[in-house]
Structure formats: structure tokens, C-alpha cells
């Protein structure tokens, strides 16, 4: 038998053709659903009419952005994501570090126990040490989700209270409004294009800090 | 909670508490309890409010324990008979994504931890990039709009929901706890690799299928957002929890409108009617849990790890 480096491409896909059809309508679903969409980032760059669609549309260049970044907008919008977040990430992760609690292994606990270390001793050198890396993976996936807001809890709460959107317009309402009510697919993409940017670069750069320090922690 | 736990959390009790034990302990008890009343306390509220008789609502506000029983909130809600509708939409949609998104995610999960698929980190890269880079709303509002024409249809509900790439990494990591020599053993015996994921893994799979599957009824019953996205006035019978929005705006907007200053809205009991609808809402998939819950703590754990 061949190792499997010599075989070719197309001997490879024979060999594993039933792995790959098991993998098939996910992998369909992914590009129909997640890589189908990123063409239409274009419209970002155009001024949209329903007429000439995305692709037929005045390209206007980065003028949709640099309206959005003078007025004001954009740096707001942020401001409000990123704050909210900040003042979520605890909570939100109270379970998570729960269950981590409760997977301690118990016998170790007990050795210390038996060794004679008092609670604050059991908690300090055995529970923070074990959950070092829960918390640090914890961290790193909400620094990477931190410019993405928590869309379900704007909306419905604040809704269109517009008196209130200097305050707590988070980007996903923005985008939201943009694309429903005003149907501006350009703004919409260019505030959506911003935000998937700033968190691909910031989860980029969490991840190549943390590599360095310590690769078992880094995500990929 | 296993029984060697157990056993061990009662002997633990019969030891004598040191003065550190007994302050931990009085500081987890005090937090827990706080914890769990502000967690249950608003349920509570919204089952009395539903109850509550409208103008005491006005007077005295929301109550922990009806003062005036009634009703009449149930009736208004079950009188138009459009909730049952909703009702049956949402449960046909839960459980046909739920069965459709488990099985693919189960397979996906299958095929990406096989040591022995050369494409294993190729497909893997491909479906975790659709988390670190997306195209944004607007883009993907007008592809499913304009290109694939699932405007007020129910498959614009459907789809979407039905797996994503955290929780085939999620199935995956489950899969990984199953040793490599089943696989083998299997392979030994000359089953394909079909057969050896239907008859030899999938049965070894039961608290991963129970948690995913748990997820992903949740994201069904709790479906609202691709609704408000696809789902326009002309289509008749919404999913539940779109359904309690548009109950909930209805009312807010009448109230607001110029109608609502001559016509005497203190008789509709709109606050009991928004609660009522929550607790029908809500209600069902509570029961889920009790069957799925002895899963759930293995598999929250195994998704903490990376992979």
C-alpha cells in the first residue's frame, strides 16, 4: 500500500469518498449560507438601487465609509458595542466557569484536603489553577466577538425609541434599521463590512499574542 | 451528579468544618440563593401578571401573587385561534430542523475527527473561517431575498437555523472522546465507513445528540429574528415567538396611536395578554430539559475544550 502523502488528489477523493459525502451537506450549506453572501460585500463600495442591483449599481469607492466615519457615526456606534460588551462579558460567562468548577476532578481536592490546606488554600492553588485555561479561552473568544452586540436584547428592549439611540444604538441595530426600515443596502454593508473587520483583525492579533506566550492557549 | 460524588459530598458533610470552610461555604449559599431568586422571581411575575385582573395591574402594579384571579388575558390569546396555527408551525419547524441539522452535524463531526481523511483540516479551516470573517447583514438579506427568492417562506426560517460551525466543532470534540479502535475494529470486520458511523459511533453518541439536539430545538422554539428578516404581513401563520412580538407591538402601537386616545384602552388587558403569551411561549420546551438535562453537564464540559 502507498502512504498516503504519494497518493494523488484524485486517488485521495476515491479513497475517502464516503467520508467526504458525509461531509457534503454541511459543506454545502456553509458556502449557500456563509460564502454565497461575501460577493455581495460589493455593495458596500456602490451607491444600490434596486434597479441596476449589486453589481450594476454607481461605484462611488469608499464614500460610503467616509460618511459614515464623519459623521460621527461609526466611531459611536462603536464606542456603544464595545462598552456594552465590556459590561456583559462577566455575565455572561458565569455558567461556563460554573461547569468548569464542577469537572475539577474531586479527588484532588480531597488530597488537599487531607494534606490540611484550609478552603481559601483549596480554592487558590487548586480551583484559579484549573481554570486558567477555561478563563483564558473564555477571554479570547469574547475579545474576538467583542465589536458584535447583543442584537436580540437592543432591539427589543430600546426599539425605535430614537431619543435613545445616541446611547445605546449598538452596530447590529444600526445595520438592522438600515437594512429593514431604510433598505440603504450600501450604509448597512459598509457598517457591516467595518464591523467584520475590526473583530477578524483583533481575533488575528489576540491569537498571535497569545501563541506566543503560551500556544496551548492560542485558538488556532 | 454521579454516585461517587455523591458519596463523597456526604462524607465531606460529616467532617468537622474549619473556620475557612464555613466562610466559603456561607458566601456560596448567600450567592447561590441571591443567584436563584433573581432568576426565578421575574417567571414568577410573568405567570401572576398573566392572571392579574387588568386594572389592578394599573393601580398597583405587576404582583408576586394575583390579587384579582382571572382569565380573561388566556381567553383573548386563545380566542383568535391564530396562536394554535403558530403553535404547530413552530413545533413542525423545531423538530424537522432539529432531526435534519442533528444528523448532518453528527456525520460532519464523524468525518472531521477520522484520523484517515486526508481533507479532514481543509473542510475543518473551511466551515471555522465562516466564524472569524462574514459578509454582514445586508449582503446576505439580498442573497436570500433577491437570489434564492425565500421571501415569506418558511424555508427562510428553516435552514438557517440548522447547524452552525461552533456546534459541529462541539460534535466533534464529542466524537473525539470515542476511541479510535472502534473505528478500526469496525473496519477489521469490513463495514464501510457508513456503516461503522450508523451502527457503531452513533449509538456511543447519545449525550452529544441530546445536548446538540437540545441547542438546536432551542434556536428553533426560540426562532424570531429570521422571521422579522423573511417573514412579511403577508404571510398568515408566523413562529411563536415572532408571533408574542407582534402581539406585544400590536398593543404598544394602538396605545400610541391617535385611535388609542378615544378609544378607552384601560378595559384590553394588555399587560396580562403580554405576559400570557410569554408563558405560552415559553411554556413547552421547559419540559424539554428534565429529559436531557443528565447529558447536559458532560456536554457543556466537553465543549470547553478546543479543538
New interface residues.
Partial sequence: MKRKSDLTFFQKVKRSRTLLLMCTPAVLFFFAFNYMPLPGIWVAFVKYNYRDGIFGSRFVGLDNFKFLASSGKLLSLTKNTILYNLAFILLGNFLAVFVAIMGIDGEMMEAAKVDGANGFQRIRYIILPSLKPTIVILLLFALGGIVKGNFGLFYNIVGSNSILYTTTDIIETYVYRATMTDFNFSTASAVGLYQSVIGFVIVMVVNWVVKRIEPDYALF | MGK??MD?MES?AR?KL????V???GFGYVFITLYAVCCIVPFIIIISTSFTDQAVIRTQGAQLIPKQFTLQAYEMVCGSGSIWWSYLLTIVLTVAGTTLGLS??A??G???Q?R????RNA?SF???F?T????????????MV???HLKDNYLAVL??L??S?WL?ILMKNFVKAIPHEITESGKIDGA???KI?VSLILPMLKPALATIGLFLALGYWNE??QS??FLSSKVEVKPLQYTL?EVVNKIDALKNSVAGQYINLTDVPQDSVKMANAVLATGPIVFLYPFVQKYF?SG??VG?V?G
Avoid at chain 2, 474549619?18 to 470552610?21: P, Q
Avoid at chain 2, 484517515?116 to 481533507?119: A, G, H, T, V
Avoid at chain 2, 472569524?132 to 442573497?143: D, I, K, R, T, V
Wanted: glycine share 6%; charged share 10%; hydrophobic share 50%.
Fill in positions: 461517587k460524588d463523597m465531606g467532617v474549619g473556620v475557612s470552610d466562610i466559603i461555604r448532518i452535524i456525520m460532519t464523524y468525518a472531521l477520522r484517515d481523511f486526508p481533507f473542510i473551511y466551515i471555522y465562516t472569524l470573517f462574514s459578509a454582514g447583514l445586508a449582503p446576505y438579506y439580498l442573497l433577491q437570489t434564492y435552514l438557517p440548522m447547524m460551525s459541529i464501510g465507513d457508513f458511523f424570531w429574528y422579522s428578516l412580538y453537564i457543556i464540559t470547553a478546543k
